[in-house]
């Protein structure tokens, strides 16, 4: 009894040592990154913040107020309720929407080929994929003054279609409406499939050898390969790349602006194309704001409801560690028994 006191006397202060070493650790770093908290709190809150209280007035530069005395002209909620009511605010998202639906889904397709046609090693691999990550690398207003050059009535576009095709061709690809709005998809295209490529390949570098040389074995083609066991373990890397680009897209204004200012007319017009000309041009802060708070809240659900499957997979993959960690242990158990009992 008296050593077993003594033992537990004695670990008593090493336990409470170790317990208040831990909190004076977690209160030091916990102190450490507290300017880091309130540099990126201010850099979010602060605009956020301004962005709520001019959404309630009717505020603008040329009012002559500063922003705080915004306050003067106090409308509370009706500015939500005119960008609600605003056909042009509707048409816009639905732009985007369709832009970023096709962008993306073209951008994934492509993206997966080049990585599947990637993952194997030949001859020249690393030039080639050099070369098609290079778009990516382009500042995107010049990729922008690019292919306005590009896709001129008289520019080489048409030049070299006309040599293709017969007769002679003029497509107005940035002066059609119909067209404009697939002529920025094709700029958005050209230089983010190679983000997509880029992500896939890593996921696809990582798919297990053996299992794929398994079923190869077992005679299993391609086909049965890619859907059965790429694409379930590629499924987390697919939905992120597909999320990060989205996300990307709907903020997309570079393309949109450089080659057609939004047009012809409406015709191109993205949600922050449109953003920018109600503040830049009709001087209609309170309104854009107000806008801009409205697009925030539907991409915040959005992108809740865009995450969830990846929280599944996260679960789903850790109780299947745990699973597999159980079943370890089960197993090891009774073959250590008779080792001890052979040893004995």
């Given at each position: 009894m008296e050593a077993g006191s003594t033992e537990t006397g004695r670990q008593a202060p090493a336990k409470g040592r170790l317990s208040t070493f831990a909190r004076s650790e977690k209160a030091t770093a916990g102190t450490l990154i507290t300017?880091?908290?309130l540099v990126l709190a201010f850099i979010i809150l602060f605009?956020?913040?301004v962005a709520i209280y001019i959404g309630f007035t009717e505020w603008s530069p040329v009012t002559g107020d500063q922003w705080w005395e915004a306050y003067k002209s106090?409308?509370?909620?009706?500015?939500y309720w005119a960008a609600l009511n605003e056909t042009s605010f509707w048409l816009a998202i639905w732009r985007t929407v369709l832009i970023t639906g096709v962008a993306v889904t073209v951008e994934f397709i492509l993206g997966l080929v080049l990585g599947l046609l990637f993952v194997e090693n030949f001859r020249g691999r690393g030039i080639l994929t050099v070369i098609f990550l290079m778009p990516m690398m382009v500042v995107p207003a010049v990729s922008g003054f690019i292919f306005f050059m590009l896709l001129q009535r008289d520019g080489p576009v048409n030049d070299a279609l006309s040599i293709v095709l017969p007769g002679e061709v003029r497509i107005g690809w940035l002066q059609d409406p119909s067209i404009a709005p697939?002529?920025?998809?094709?700029?958005?295209?050209?230089?983010?499939?190679?983000l997509m490529f880029l992500i896939l390949l890593a996921g696809l570098v990582a798919v297990p050898e053996d299992q794929l040389n398994q079923a190869r074995v077992l005679g299993a083609g391609f086909y049965y390969r890619l859907r059965y066991i790429m694409v379930p373990m590629l499924k987390p890397v697919i939905l992120i790349a597909i999320i990060i680009r989205a996300m990307e897209t709907l903020k997309l204004f570079d393309q949109?602006?450089?080659?057609?200012?939004?047009g012809p007319g409406e015709a191109s017009t993205t949600i922050s194309v449109y953003l920018f000309r109600e503040v830049f041009q009709n001087a209609r802060w309170g309104f854009a704001s107000a806008a801009a708070i409205l697009i925030l809240i539907f991409v915040s659900v959005l992108a809740i409801f865009a995450i969830r499957p990846i929280e599944r997979g996260q679960e789903e993959t850790l109780?299947?560690?745990?699973?597999e960690s159980a079943l370890g242990d089960d197993d090891q158990g009774p073959t250590s028994i008779p080792s001890e009992r052979a040893g004995s």
């Open positions: 300017p880091s908290r605009p956020a913040s106090w409308v509370w909620f009706d500015q697939w002529s920025v998809m094709m700029v958005d295209i050209w230089q983010w499939t190679p949109s602006w450089l080659l057609t200012r939004g109780e299947e560690m745990m699973v």
